[in-house]
Protein backbone atom coordinates (compact mmCIF):
# COMPACT_ATOMS: atom_id res chain seq x y z
CA UNK A 1 0.00 0.00 0.00
CA UNK A 2 1.05 3.51 -0.68
CA UNK A 3 -0.46 6.58 0.48
CA UNK A 4 0.69 10.18 -0.60
CA UNK A 5 0.18 13.13 1.51
CA UNK A 6 1.58 16.96 0.76
CA UNK A 7 1.45 20.29 2.52
CA UNK A 8 3.21 22.33 5.46
CA UNK A 9 6.63 22.33 5.59
CA UNK A 10 6.59 23.24 8.85
CA UNK A 11 6.47 19.48 10.23
CA UNK A 12 7.95 17.97 7.49
CA UNK A 13 11.25 16.95 9.80
CA UNK A 14 8.56 15.07 12.41
CA UNK A 15 7.01 13.60 9.46
CA UNK A 16 9.87 12.18 7.47
CA UNK A 17 10.41 10.67 11.11
CA UNK A 18 7.65 9.16 11.31
CA UNK A 19 6.53 7.84 8.43
CA UNK A 20 10.19 6.40 8.04
CA UNK A 21 9.81 4.63 11.17
CA UNK A 22 6.59 3.41 10.46
CA UNK A 23 7.63 1.81 7.14
CA UNK A 24 10.51 -0.11 8.32
CA UNK A 25 7.95 -1.92 10.60
CA UNK A 26 5.16 -1.91 8.28
CA UNK A 27 7.27 -3.14 4.74
CA UNK A 28 3.64 -3.52 2.93
CA UNK A 29 3.10 0.28 3.95
CA UNK A 30 5.03 3.24 2.10
CA UNK A 31 3.78 6.58 2.45
CA UNK A 32 5.48 9.50 0.82
CA UNK A 33 5.32 13.36 1.48
CA UNK A 34 6.12 16.27 -0.20
CA UNK A 35 6.71 19.36 1.63
CA UNK A 36 4.70 22.26 -0.30
CA UNK A 37 3.50 24.24 1.97
CA UNK A 38 -0.03 24.59 3.63
CA UNK A 39 -1.69 26.26 0.79
CA UNK A 40 -1.07 23.44 -1.91
CA UNK A 41 -1.31 20.72 0.76
CA UNK A 42 -4.95 22.01 1.13
CA UNK A 43 -5.81 22.36 -2.66
CA UNK A 44 -4.06 18.84 -3.51
CA UNK A 45 -6.30 17.22 -1.21
CA UNK A 46 -9.32 18.74 -2.65
CA UNK A 47 -8.10 17.93 -5.69
CA UNK A 48 -7.90 14.31 -5.39
CA UNK A 49 -4.40 14.44 -5.76
CA UNK A 50 -3.22 13.54 -2.53
CA UNK A 51 -4.67 11.02 0.08
CA UNK A 52 -4.43 13.42 3.06
CA UNK A 53 -2.78 17.27 3.37
CA UNK A 54 -1.23 19.06 6.42
CA UNK A 55 -1.67 22.80 7.22
CA UNK A 56 -0.63 25.18 9.90
CA UNK A 57 -3.84 27.18 9.50
CA UNK A 58 -7.25 25.81 10.40
CA UNK A 59 -9.14 24.33 7.08
CA UNK A 60 -11.75 26.70 6.46
CA UNK A 61 -15.86 25.88 5.86
CA UNK A 62 -15.22 26.77 2.00
CA UNK A 63 -12.37 24.75 1.76
CA UNK A 64 -14.10 22.24 4.02
CA UNK A 65 -17.38 22.37 1.19
CA UNK A 66 -14.90 21.64 -2.03
CA UNK A 67 -14.13 18.10 -0.72
CA UNK A 68 -15.56 15.53 -2.30
CA UNK A 69 -19.04 15.03 0.01
CA UNK A 70 -18.19 10.88 -0.59
CA UNK A 71 -15.42 11.07 0.48
CA UNK A 72 -15.42 13.63 3.45
CA UNK A 73 -12.92 14.89 5.30
CA UNK A 74 -11.41 14.40 8.88
CA UNK A 75 -9.38 17.11 10.71
CA UNK A 76 -6.87 15.38 13.36
CA UNK A 77 -4.09 17.39 15.12
CA UNK A 78 -1.45 15.88 14.81
CA UNK A 79 1.58 18.13 16.34
CA UNK A 80 2.27 21.40 17.69
CA UNK A 81 5.64 23.79 17.12
CA UNK A 82 6.94 27.52 18.16
CA UNK A 83 7.53 29.91 15.40
CA UNK A 84 10.32 32.01 15.64
CA UNK A 85 12.39 35.35 14.02
CA UNK A 86 16.04 34.59 13.35
CA UNK A 87 18.52 36.46 12.11
CA UNK A 88 22.23 36.10 11.32
CA UNK A 89 24.67 38.40 12.38
CA UNK A 90 28.03 36.63 13.33
CA UNK A 91 28.83 39.48 16.12
CA UNK A 92 25.53 39.72 18.02
CA UNK A 93 25.10 36.50 20.20
CA UNK A 94 21.85 37.82 22.04
CA UNK A 95 19.18 40.31 20.16
CA UNK A 96 15.90 41.42 21.36
CA UNK A 97 13.16 42.72 19.56
CA UNK A 98 10.18 44.66 21.07
CA UNK A 99 6.84 44.54 19.14
CA UNK A 100 7.18 47.91 18.04
CA UNK A 101 10.34 46.86 16.81
CA UNK A 102 9.59 43.38 15.02
CA UNK A 103 6.07 44.53 13.53
CA UNK A 104 8.38 47.48 12.09
CA UNK A 105 10.84 45.34 10.39
CA UNK A 106 8.39 43.42 8.74
CA UNK A 107 6.46 46.65 7.66
CA UNK A 108 9.22 47.97 6.38
CA UNK A 109 9.28 51.00 8.84
CA UNK A 110 12.57 49.51 10.49
CA UNK A 111 15.49 49.55 8.29
CA UNK A 112 18.95 49.34 10.15
CA UNK A 113 20.07 46.69 12.73
CA UNK A 114 21.02 49.72 14.61
CA UNK A 115 17.16 51.87 14.49
CA UNK A 116 16.34 53.50 18.03
CA UNK A 117 13.66 50.62 18.33
CA UNK A 118 16.01 47.77 18.21
CA UNK A 119 18.97 49.84 20.58
CA UNK A 120 16.50 50.48 22.81
CA UNK A 121 15.95 46.45 23.85
CA UNK A 122 19.69 45.86 23.12
CA UNK A 123 21.55 48.41 25.64
CA UNK A 124 25.61 47.98 24.92
CA UNK A 125 25.10 45.66 21.82
CA UNK A 126 27.34 46.88 18.99
CA UNK A 127 24.47 47.12 16.47
CA UNK A 128 25.89 47.01 12.85
CA UNK A 129 24.33 50.18 10.79
CA UNK A 130 23.92 47.78 7.63
CA UNK A 131 20.37 47.63 6.29
CA UNK A 132 18.06 44.95 7.15
CA UNK A 133 17.48 42.35 4.35
CA UNK A 134 13.72 40.95 5.32
CA UNK A 135 13.18 36.82 4.01
CA UNK A 136 9.46 35.55 3.76
CA UNK A 137 7.77 32.71 2.60
CA UNK A 138 6.86 32.55 -1.53
CA UNK A 139 4.77 30.32 -1.22
CA UNK A 140 0.57 29.84 0.15
CA UNK A 141 1.66 28.82 3.71
CA UNK A 142 0.18 27.88 7.47
CA UNK A 143 3.27 29.13 9.06
CA UNK A 144 2.49 32.66 7.79
CA UNK A 145 -0.89 32.95 8.57
CA UNK A 146 -0.34 32.22 11.97
CA UNK A 147 2.62 34.58 12.27
CA UNK A 148 0.62 37.36 10.35
CA UNK A 149 -2.12 37.17 12.62
CA UNK A 150 -0.04 37.36 15.10
CA UNK A 151 1.55 40.88 13.77
CA UNK A 152 -2.00 41.84 13.12
CA UNK A 153 -2.80 41.13 16.78
CA UNK A 154 -0.08 43.51 17.90
CA UNK A 155 -0.37 46.14 15.22
CA UNK A 156 -3.28 47.89 14.30
CA UNK A 157 -1.16 49.26 11.31
CA UNK A 158 -0.19 45.80 9.93
CA UNK A 159 -4.08 44.35 10.73
CA UNK A 160 -4.90 47.31 8.27
CA UNK A 161 -2.20 45.83 5.76
CA UNK A 162 -1.12 43.44 4.44
CA UNK A 163 -3.33 41.86 7.36
CA UNK A 164 -3.75 37.86 8.48
CA UNK A 165 -3.23 35.62 5.78
CA UNK A 166 -1.62 32.48 4.16
CA UNK A 167 0.23 34.56 1.24
CA UNK A 168 0.20 38.13 2.28
CA UNK A 169 1.60 41.33 0.00
CA UNK A 170 4.46 41.55 2.28
CA UNK A 171 5.48 45.43 2.08
CA UNK A 172 9.18 44.08 2.34
CA UNK A 173 11.25 41.25 1.61
CA UNK A 174 12.78 38.27 -0.66
CA UNK A 175 10.62 35.68 -1.26
CA UNK A 176 11.98 31.76 -0.46
CA UNK A 177 9.94 28.94 -0.65
CA UNK A 178 9.48 26.64 2.53
CA UNK A 179 10.49 26.65 5.62
CA UNK A 180 13.39 25.62 4.33
CA UNK A 181 13.81 27.79 1.93
CA UNK A 182 13.78 30.62 4.32
CA UNK A 183 16.24 29.44 6.99
CA UNK A 184 18.66 28.25 4.28
CA UNK A 185 18.39 31.69 2.95
CA UNK A 186 19.45 33.43 5.97
CA UNK A 187 21.82 30.86 6.59
CA UNK A 188 23.66 31.54 3.74
CA UNK A 189 23.56 35.58 3.92
CA UNK A 190 26.59 36.62 5.59
CA UNK A 191 26.93 40.23 7.71
CA UNK A 192 26.43 43.16 6.56
CA UNK A 193 23.65 41.71 4.23
CA UNK A 194 22.13 39.85 7.86
CA UNK A 195 18.33 39.16 6.92
CA UNK A 196 15.78 38.22 9.53
CA UNK A 197 13.53 35.69 8.62
CA UNK A 198 9.62 35.75 10.16
CA UNK A 199 9.01 31.55 9.74
CA UNK A 200 11.83 29.95 9.71
CA UNK A 201 10.85 27.57 12.89
CA UNK A 202 12.55 26.54 16.00
CA UNK A 203 13.65 23.20 14.47
CA UNK A 204 14.45 24.01 11.21
CA UNK A 205 16.84 27.49 12.92
CA UNK A 206 18.19 24.91 15.44
CA UNK A 207 19.12 22.32 12.89
CA UNK A 208 21.32 24.86 10.98
CA UNK A 209 22.58 27.18 14.28
CA UNK A 210 21.02 30.67 13.58
CA UNK A 211 20.78 33.02 16.30
CA UNK A 212 16.64 32.97 17.37
CA UNK A 213 15.37 37.05 18.69
CA UNK A 214 14.34 37.21 22.30
CA UNK A 215 10.79 38.93 22.19
CA UNK A 216 9.81 41.33 24.29
CA UNK A 217 6.33 40.26 25.43
CA UNK A 218 3.45 42.65 26.81
CA UNK A 219 5.04 43.22 30.20
CA UNK A 220 8.40 43.66 28.94
CA UNK A 221 9.93 40.57 29.63
CA UNK A 222 12.13 39.22 26.96
CA UNK A 223 11.44 35.31 26.11
CA UNK A 224 13.12 33.36 24.07
CA UNK A 225 11.32 30.42 22.76
CA UNK A 226 13.01 27.13 23.08
CA UNK A 227 11.42 23.48 23.00
CA UNK A 228 10.24 23.23 26.78
CA UNK A 229 8.38 26.78 26.46
CA UNK A 230 6.47 25.58 23.21
CA UNK A 231 5.88 22.50 25.25
CA UNK A 232 4.60 24.36 28.27
CA UNK A 233 2.55 26.74 25.45
CA UNK A 234 0.75 23.81 24.42
CA UNK A 235 -0.20 22.61 27.21
CA UNK A 236 -2.04 25.69 28.18
Do not use: C
Amino acid sequence: MKLQGAGASFPAPLYSKWFKSYSESHPNVQIDYQSVGSGTGIKSFIDKTVDFGASDAATTPDEISRVDPALGVQLLPMTAGAIVITYNLPDVRELKLSRKAYSGIFLGSVKKWNDPLIAKTNPGVKLPASPINVVVRADSSGTTFVFSQHLSAISPEFAKGPGASKMPNWPVGTRSKGNEGVTASVKTNTFPEARPSDVSVLMYAALVLLGITLLVNVVGAAILEKTSAGLEGGKA
